[in-house]
């Protein structure tokens, strides 16, 4: 299938599904009027009652503080807590041993080996072939000529890297690992789930992990990402907008429950001088209703958890995915001492979507096999007509700090007297 295929031609109900009525709504700066406390101190229309500028100030400090949300502690009685995503991606966690034979080609010289073994040619040939890309010149030139032909539509040679399907598969290796983190999406128990490793739990879903964990640029650990993972969000801080996640007391819900909103904001992550994200800085959210979910979780014991939602989508990034598209969606974090919250969302993703960034990116190793691996370890969402599934399922590492969170168009200002005329 040709990439503009996988990337273009979704129309709105497949990238951004719709949601609850309370799911769009905006976020709007507060009128003067709708607050008893200001409203003796500003007239109808905003302007003041004969009041001096200190007691101006004081009435837009009040308005203020009603349109930014800040990171209260819920132990100390507040109701909302805000937070920037401060790292998100996928979680690979793997182990010695667990993939048997080693891991995949990591460079150049192996992937090519490989591609030319998967286009028919002998172990003689490929080594002799080999031999001659490794002098340069000529024998360089004739193994780019045959890897040119490595995806041919209607006899033709075509980009193997728009065009993966006309690609032979490179029967890149599988994870043939036990344990691994992740949730149950599905509820069912099958021969490729996994026991969490944090948890102990049965019944993982995690083939993204599986299909990819072999190529050594996505291997990673709980402690230490991956090098993919750490390189691709090195690169998204800073050229897209941040997460924000709020956390809000449920009304007249059950002990724990709160109302949990993850959106983005019109704002890009600030960091400090050594690259780290900074903690308590402010971020405006956007209102755009195509990157807002809401739902209902439970806060114990420092733990927050989502069960099982049908749906999260938010616009993200083409270096990684332009949208991230989850479907029975989960969540779980622990918060530390700090304030800090660190743990793993996860859900069945569109894995063609996932190849339009690996597609375009040389540190993914051999891009056409990762099209065959996630093709083949898919588990969700089949095609009506041929059965092939397109989703596969994932987790991602999810880690956010406090941080203080003001509403569309509101400005945060610093209240000063004005100077004695003389």
Known sequence: MPLSEITHGYDASRLFHSRRKASRRSLVPVPWSAIPEVAGVWGRNGGSRGRTSLQRGA????????????????????????????FLAQQFTNNPGDCPGGVNPEDERGQIAVALRTMGHSSAEVRRLMAGWDQGGDGERKVNEILERRALINGEPVNPMTHPEAVPDPQLKFVEAKQTVGFDLDGKPSADDFVDLLTGKPGIDNQLFRALGCNQNFRGTWTSPSAYGEWVWVQLRDSQPAWLMTITDAPAGKPGEVIVRIQRSLDHLRSNMDGSPRWHATYRADPD??????????????????????????????????????SQFQLRLKQDARGQWDGLI?????????????????????????????????????????????????????????????????????????????
Do not use: C
């Not at 927050?304 to 332009?322: C, D, E, K, M, Y």
């Open 346 to 422: 996860g859900g069945f993703q569109p894995w063609r979507e996932l190849y339009f960034a690996f597609s375009h990116n040389g540190i993914v190793g051999d891009r056409p096999g990762l099209w065959h691996a996630m093709k083949k370890a898919a588990d969700a969402e089949p095609d009506p007509t041929t059965g092939q599934n397109l989703a596969i399922s994932a987790a991602y590492r999810f880690t956010a700090i406090p941080a203080f969170v003001t509403a569309p168009g509101s400005q945060v200002r610093t209240a000063m007297r004005e100077r004695p005329k003389s």
């Open 59 to 86: 009435a837009l400090g009040m308005v203020l503080s009603l349109l930014v949300v800040s990171p209260t502690s819920f132990a100390a009685g507040g109701q909302t807590r805000t937070f920037v995503v401060s």
């Open 289 to 326: 209703p195509r990157s807002i979910n809401e739902y209902r979780g439970y806060l114990r014991d420092g733990e927050l958890t989502i069960s099982r939602q049908p749906r999260f989508s938010i616009l993200w990034n083409g270096l990684s995915a332009p949208v991230l598209n989850l």
